[in-house]
T-cell receptor
Framework: GQQLNQSPQSMFIQEGEDVSMNCTSS?????WLWYKQDPGEGPVLLIA?????ELTSNGRLTAQFGITRKDSFLNISASIPSDVGIYFC???????????FGTGTSLTVIP | DSGVTQTPKHLITATGQRVTLRCSPR?????VYWYQQSLDQGLQFLIQ???????AKGNILERFSAQQFPDLHSELNLSSLELGDSALYFC?????????????FGQGTRLTVV
């Protein structure tokens, strides 16, 4: 089935550094969602993107919907320890009847 | 707190058994989604219900079934359980009908099959 590939798979960064991660698909997506999952918790929605080329911010987070509609990027500026977790991209296929999560990027912030 | 409530939080059962997982969506949400999260498969979409009717289907096994009741709570039934069914099962809810609407997740039910 469809797979959303995220890179990098894991990141270890110093507190205060900026972070970039991306998500790519072989199919076109009409919506991109970015979620964060803390250990033992359900994913929490961070940002939603609905148009190709759209750039949306939520505090220190900025996400972009790629022009090709097959990719999306998430940036975190000035990372802090509570940014630790697994970040997932997600979205429906353009037929709208299936929903996929990416493989995840695990972020560790070193104080 | 997302407003989505799942029970039980943990479940341990034997192979071959049947279990029921329960989900109460956020107030006002009409859609309920079920997901399975395992180490090797990641987060897999299982099924969506909207206002009591099945709306979309993902990688749900035939041994699994779900339903959404008139009060909008949902149950996921897992039968003839196998060791490989051990996973976190999440419920999510959203206002809209399409699977592209923003969904809020519960804290999950951790199922262990022994």
């Amino acid at each position: 089935g469809q797979q959303l590939n995220q890179s990098p798979q894991s990141m270890f960064i110093q507190e205060g550094e900026d972070v970039s991660m991306n998500c790519t698909s072989s199919s076109i997506f009409n919506t991109w969602l970015w979620y964060k999952q803390d250990p033992g918790e359900g994913p929490v929605l961070l940002i939603a993107l609905y148009k190709a080329g759209e750039l949306t911010s939520n505090g220190r987070l900025t996400a972009q919907f790629g022009i090709t509609r097959k990719d999306s990027f998430l940036n975190i500026s000035a990372s802090i320890p509570s940014d630790v977790g697994i970040y997932f991209c997600a979205g429906p296929t353009n037929t709208g009847n299936q929903f996929y999560f990416g493989t995840g990027t695990s972020l560790t912030v070193i104080p | 707190d997302s407003g989505v409530t799942q029970t039980p939080k943990h479940l341990i059962t034997a192979t071959g058994q049947r279990v029921t997982l329960r989900c109460s969506p956020r107030s006002g949400d009409l859609s309920v989604y079920w997901y399975q999260q395992s180490l090797d498969q990641g987060l897999q979409f299982l099924i969506q219900y909207y206002n009591g009717e099945e709306r979309a289907k993902g990688n749900i096994l035939e041994r699994f079934s779900a339903q959404q009741f008139p009060d909008l709570h949902s149950e996921l039934n897992l039968s003839s359980l196998e060791l490989g069914d051990s996973a976190l099962y999440f419920c999510a809810s959203s206002v809209g009908r399409g699977v592209d609407t923003e969904a809020f997740f519960g804290q999950g039910t951790r199922l262990t099959v022994v």
